[in-house]
């Protein structure tokens, strides 16, 4: 189904063109009702839709000073909400914020929350999750299949081998295949 027009057409016997400031202020106001936004992710938005600098920054201004942007709550709520719903690490939670414009400061104190041995606790959840999926395959094709489930996710190299190596622990020819893959140069 189309999506129906933002706005309508303006017309010759419209007023004239709104000012600047109530534009911006508008298009804030929509993308905040719709969703929690970056004050990058606002300033994108009023900029394609052709308002200029000052007018962005003095709108972008006064919505932080009030409370209604604030990159510091979005990225610490990302952080959380994402680590805890889709299983990501932080290396994927930066580069998602990161992508949003928060700047590097905010996005290094948000995951400081996340300590290291939530991020293991919940790669170890997701191995267990996807493990009975993998039964009957080559211990290799497993192996490679859980690792690059965490991959996927962001979660190092070494984090992922290990996790994937004590959950399964038990069985002695995936364990062949990890010593063999740590083995290797």
Known sequence: MPRPPREPPARADDDPEPDPESVARTIALRRLAAAPQTRAQLDEAMRRRGVPDDVRKRVLTRFTEVGLVDDVLFAQAWVHSRHAGRGLAGRALAAELHRRGVERAVVEDALADLPP??????ARRLVATKLSAT?????????????GLLARKGYP?????????????????????????????
Do not use: I
Not at 135 to 147: C, E, F, I, K, S
Not at 160 to 179: E, S
């Open 135 to 147: 039964h009957g395959l080559d211990p290799a094709a497993r192996l490679r299949r859980l690792v």
């Open 157 to 185: 190299s070494g984090m992922a081998y290990r996790v994937v190596r004590d959950v399964l622990a038990d069985d002695t020819a995936v364990d062949d295949v990890l010593t063999e893959v740590e083995a290797a140069p």
């Open 117 to 122: 041995e939530a991020e293991e606790a919940t």
